[in-house]
Each structure stands twice: as C-alpha cells, then as structure tokens.
C-alpha cells in the first residue's frame, strides 16, 4: 500500500557514503574515514548498534548522551505507534495542547520543581536560546557570564556562552555583553558579578567537554552569589539531566534549585526531537507578560504530537526503571575500573565526571616518555586520544567520543540501561588499548590523523 519502501532506500545506493559526502559534508566524512567511523549501522537495540554484518558494538557514544533509555525501547516504540495510529492533528499551533500539559505535569513532578513552568523547545541549543531571552526579559539586563570550556550548543546566542575558542572561531561577532569566568572558581565569579549587573550565570554541573564537575560547595556558593547580586542562575542540564549523574538533575548532588534549567537530549527517547526550559513561574509571567506578549517567544514545531509523547514515554521509562539509580551504581563501577586501568598502565592521567558521564584525560606527556610518538605539534594530545578511540572501534567494537581539542580525553556517555558485563567489557578495551598499543601502533594511526586539526565537535 506504501509507495515509500524503506529497504529500498536504504538499499538503492551502492556506496552512501560517497553521496553523503557529496551532498552534505565532504570533510566530516573523511573524519569519519580516518577514524574508523565509515560503517553503515543497521540496527540498534539496547545499549548496541548493529553493522551490516551483523557485528555488534557497544555504544559509548549514545547519540552524544541523548540515549539513555537504550535504542528502540520498546515502551517508546510502543508509545510512538499508538500516537502515529491516533490520528491525533499536530501543530494546531492555537490550542492549549492537552499532550503538552500532560507532558510538563510529569516533568515538573519527575524534577521536583513543583510551582515552576514549562517551555518546550526543539533541541538543547534552543533551550538555551530560551533561557537567554528569559533571563533578559526577567531582569531586564543585557549581560551574561559563562565558564571556560563550557558548552551550550552551537546557535549564536549558545555559541556566545562558549567556552572553546575552536568552535567560536570564524562566526562572530557574537552577543557583545558575555563574561567567561574559570569553572569552580568563586572568587572570579563573585568579582564578575559584582562588576556590573548580570541578567544570567550559565553552567553544567558536569562539563561535557572536560567531564570537569562542579563540586558541591561551589555551586551552593553559585547560588547564594547569584541571588544576592539578582542574577539568574541557569543550570544547563541538556546533558546532566534526566538521570545521566546519578541524581535525576545534575544540581541536585549540591541541593540547589536553580532559576531555569534547561533539558533535551535524555526527553527525546533518542528518538524524537525535543527539549524543555523550566523556570520559576515568576519568570516566565514577566516574559509572557500580556495576552499580546503571550506567544512573543515560539517556535512552529515545539508541543508536536511526537516529541510531546516521546517525552512521557521517556520520563515513564526513566521512572520505571530507576534510571538514576543505575547511573550511579554502574558508573561507580566503571569508575573503579578505571581508576584501576590508570593505576596499572601509568597512561591516564585522570578520570572525571560522575554516574555514567564519564571520561580519561590521557597522560600524553608520559605516554610519550615510554613510547615514541611522532611530533606533530600543537594538535598531538587530541590526535592520541583520537587514536585511541579509532582503536576502540576497530578492535574492541567500542564507539567512544574525544571531546577536547586542548586535551587527550576519551569520554564515555553509554545509555543507563547498559549492563555490568558491558561495564567490565568497556573497562577491559580501555586497558588493552592502552596496554598494547606499541609506539608502532599508535604511531601509524596518529600519522594517519594527521590530517585532523580539531576534535569532533558536539557530545
Ligand atoms: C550541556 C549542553 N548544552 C547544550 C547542548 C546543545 O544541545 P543540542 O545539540 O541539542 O543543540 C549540548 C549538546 O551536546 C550540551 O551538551
């Protein structure tokens, strides 16, 4: 009856990724060649991709974190087909969505942030987006503070609030009335705050570049500086939130309750897009603030019929299967069994992050002491790490993500459904890799990434 047949779309092209290249993005597919990443994924269940073949691989990348339910969860599936079946018109866009209210009573409920309100958005980007714009009508202020290395998406108002010069580079100018303080550092941001006045301080609990986190006495200090200057503090929890730490938000290990925090990735299933901005109801009253006001900030597809039911099946998931709780429980895990590689191969110079956000900065310096690296300059710990990854994917079926072009970590975000077996088989990878690999080895794939002057961005 369809006249769209999936199988053979996917079949009709004898080598896609050529025409990937050649429609879209030539450079990033050759990234994707020198890393090992030109494979073609059929399948994805759980925790696993599935390639052509049939080989099976462990996802440490988990779509950039977003996937925390697993891949294909079948209470999702399920509850995608019943809204497709329904009927159900998306996009009425003049209506108080019944689907959408559903949605933020759960939300609110699931994040303890009884009293505030919703606003949905389209990805993390735009929630941040969001937040800005709230922010400055709230306070009626222009500036905005942020912290070196952060991330927050790649729009211009996010890129502005960014922390990675690499990425900032080539697109400006970006919003004038920002302020980049060091992360954790009280005095730097008690001395930007009282500077002039700020509508909004932006940070992650868990850097997801540097997997750096904020600890607990610095973000109450956060807290009390920013209300004791006006200043809104925006917890960006795109990453952090939804159970990925070990805690439902990121913030919560410290006890604080931010203005807004802003969520995505972990709604969405991995499968719909969709993103929230939670904020104090007094905010959102003085941004909507007539009926002539009360639309002044949208967006065409946010509230759709999709995304709205993607996110009750995924907080039901979330719920259901304490989520959090196996975060904390396998991330410690993994955590020792890292901690237990660096200790035995003298490679890694640390592990960061928290539950199942977490990364290795390799010691590059002393890597480089028993093995003999090519000199390549300024991008050598980047093209280690790198290197490391591609071996990774090509010995172990492991997909891991380097995040930083400043430093050599590996990072590893797999989905919260993810096994202690596959904990262990993750840990064993990582210590074999950096184990075996001979200066030959590493050597040669470094020499063949070369050609790569900056991490893959985003993650
Ligand atoms: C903390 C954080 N904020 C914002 C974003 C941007 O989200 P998106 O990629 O959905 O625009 C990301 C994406 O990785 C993120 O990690």
Redesign the pocket.
Known sequence: MSDIDLGSILGSCTNPGDRYARLLNPRFYKLLRALGFDRTFVRGEGPWLFDEAGDRYLDAIAG???ITIGRNHPVLIDALHQALDSGLPSLVQFEANPLAGALAERLLETTGRGGDRVYFTN??????EAAIKFARASTGRSRLIHCTR??????LG?LSLNGNPGLREGFGPLLADVREIPFGDREALAAALAEEPTAAFII?SVQ?KTLAVAENEWLQEVERLCREHGTLLIA?????GLGRTGAILGTDHAGIRPDIV?L??ALSGGMV?V?AVIARDSILEDVFASMARSHVHSSTFKENVLAMVAGIASLSILREERLEQRAEELGALLRTRLETVAAETGCIRAVRGRGLMLGIELDVERMAGSIKLPVIGRHRSTLVAQAVVRHLLIEHRILALSTSAESATIKFTPALVIEHEQIEQLAAAVHQTLERLDGTTLGADIHGLAGLTRGII??
């Open positions: 950039y974190a977003a990805s993390g980007t735009e929630g941040v952060g991330f927050h998406g790649l729009t996010a992650e997801g960006d929890e795109v990453q952090t802003v995505s990735k897009p993103g985003g993650g």
